[in-house]
């Protein structure tokens, strides 16, 4: 049997888009019929139309609120057109959205991509945990991209149906660089050559923490006096962030291409607050670069002491130590680096993207309700 498979994502952005086009363009070179259902305007339309996946326009907002059930009952159109064997349902608003609008009809796999109630307090992480648990009988599989992002789900008490299949990166298309490299990249990106630079890709958001970071930086640079630290990505807070940022600090916006920022980096930073097992550190790791992180579920099952450094998450003190350390020892940030390319063999893109394709064929395959 060869399954048609609907993705369907909002974010159209950021390591969750590129997981959604990395594995849709896969499973139609598997010759499967393959769309996926998302917002029209962003990089992953764009990047699916490069690789001659259909995209569905499927308007939606990025955060539940008034518009979920219109949402909802759109995306059920989309899907009525398209008629697939099974739906893949990328991220916590696709998940909302997509089961209340199948509630089982179609064979459905949900990938939170980090769970919903991380980004709430109080009343409302309860709602969206309890969502979780009753929208679980509405999905066939429940895909985790790390064991972290599995333990939180069964703490929070959802059980069937998790499996685990782990993020990855393809190491052909992140690979080191060396000396030469490295200078042409900071060439390349108007950045000076001698100095210790720090990368933190990704949104610039309350989850990702470049806050902490930013608190952080003076104290490092009191350390490390030509120190750079170049915030690659945009979101909601930048404005804010760019009011309080100080000396040494590079607003570069999104990039189409990481690859040349890893390539000039001396260092790759995560001050997460919460994750489910982030793209940008598998690909700083195989990139050779050394990565400080926060101490949490998704990070912590990736970042060994030998490739860099784990820090609680909002403790501006132990993560000035750990950049300070780093940007001021040149060996240690390259023993780490080397390091870092044997550890990123252990998280293949290929034999991510297999694991996928065979649950997806056995999931299409499941009667449903």
């Known amino acids: 049997m060869t399954p048609s498979v609907l993705h369907v994502s909002q974010p159209v952005d950021g390591g969750v888009a590129r997981y959604v086009g990395e594995a849709a363009a896969d499973q139609a070179a598997r010759g499967w019929s393959v769309a996926v259902a998302a917002p029209a305007e ?3 339309p764009r990047e699916l139309a490069a690789r001659g996946v259909a995209c569905l326009p499927w308007e939606a907002t990025r955060s539940p609120g008034p518009a979920t059930l219109r949402e909802a009952r759109a995306l059920a159109a989309v899907v009525a057109g398209f008629a697939p064997d099974v739906v893949h349902l990328h991220s916590a608003k696709a998940g909302l959205a997509g089961r209340l609008a199948l509630r089982g009809r179609i064979p459905t ?7 919903s109630w991380l980004a709430c307090d109080g009343p409302m992480a309860s709602a969206s945990a309890a969502w979780e648990r009753l929208a679980a009988r509405w999905t066939d599989a429940l895909v985790c991209v790390g064991d972290g992002e ?3 789900g069964w703490g929070a008490g959802i059980r069937h149906p998790l499996v685990v299949i782990r993020n990855g990166v393809d190491p052909a298309r992140f690979v080191p660089a060396d000396v ?8 390349k990106l108007g950045l000076p050559l001698g100095a210790p630079l720090a990368v933190c890709v990704g949104r610039l958001t309350r989850q990702k923490g470049q806050d902490v970071l930013l608190d952080a930086w003076p104290a490092v640079r009191r350390r490390c006096p030509d120190a750079v630290l170049a915030l690659v990505g945009d979101g909601d807070l930048r404005a804010a962030l760019e ?31 919460w994750e489910g097992l982030p793209l940008i550190a598998l690909e700083a790791l195989a990139s050779g670069r050394s990565v400080v992180g926060t101490d949490i579920p998704g990070l ?3 970042l060994t002491p030998e490739v860099g450094a784990l820090v609680p998450p909002d403790d501006t003190t132990a993560l000035t ?5 780093r940007l001021g020892h040149p060996p240690l940030v390259w023993d780490e680096g080397q390091a870092a390319v044997i ?20 999931t299409a395959r499941r009667p449903c309700a």
């Open 42 to 44: 962003g990089p992953l």
């Open 109 to 115: 796999i949900f990938q939170p991509h980090g769970w």
């Open 243 to 273: 009011r309080v940022a100080g000396p040494g600090v590079v607003f570069a916006g999104p990039a189409a291409d990481v690859r040349p920022w890893y390539a000039a980096a001396d260092l790759v930073v995560l001050p997460s607050r």
């Open 300 to 302: 912590a099952e990736v």
């Open 180 to 187: 030469v490299g490295r200078a042409t990249a900071r060439g």
């Open 321 to 325: 130590a750990a950049l300070a350390r």
């Open 150 to 152: 599995a333990a939180q």
């Open 343 to 362: 550890r990123a063999k252990e998280f293949d893109l290929r034999v991510t993207l297999d694991l996928l394709a065979e649950l997806t064929s056995a």
